[in-house]
């Protein structure tokens, strides 16, 4: 639940927009709404289908999946830092 709606989602919506180079095309237009739409449909889908899930996976696939998604927040967090300290570095007065 967390991925969903939280400081986490909206670190990772600042960041990935400060990394974008390019000019504003009608891509980054379309992709921002189409983007949402989809994972709204699929978190939905997935939330809605909780309890068939859990049956199916098990307490120790719950278990693994859990570790799997802390192992990825560790890795956003590590890219966070990477991404503000080439920034620094990049930027800083000479």
């Given amino acids: 639940m967390p991925?969903?709606?939280?400081?986490?989602?909206?670190?990772?919506?600042?960041?990935?927009a400060s990394s974008i180079q390019d000019q504003m095309s009608w891509k980054i237009?379309?992709?921002s709404i189409i983007v949402p739409l989809i994972l709204s449909f699929v978190l939905w889908l997935s939330l809605r289908s909780a309890d068939t899930i859990m049956k199916f996976v098990g307490k120790n696939g719950v278990d693994a999946i859990s570790r799997v998604m802390g192992f990825l927040l560790v890795c956003m967090g590590v890219?966070?830092?990477?991404?503000?300290?080439?920034?620094?570095?990049?930027?800083?007065?000479?």
């Fill in 3 to 16: 991925s969903t709606a939280g400081p986490g989602t909206l670190a990772m919506v600042i960041s990935g």
């Fill in 29 to 31: 237009y379309v992709s």
């Fill in 79 to 94: 890219q966070f830092i990477i991404n503000g300290i080439r920034e620094i570095v990049i930027n800083f007065p000479n």
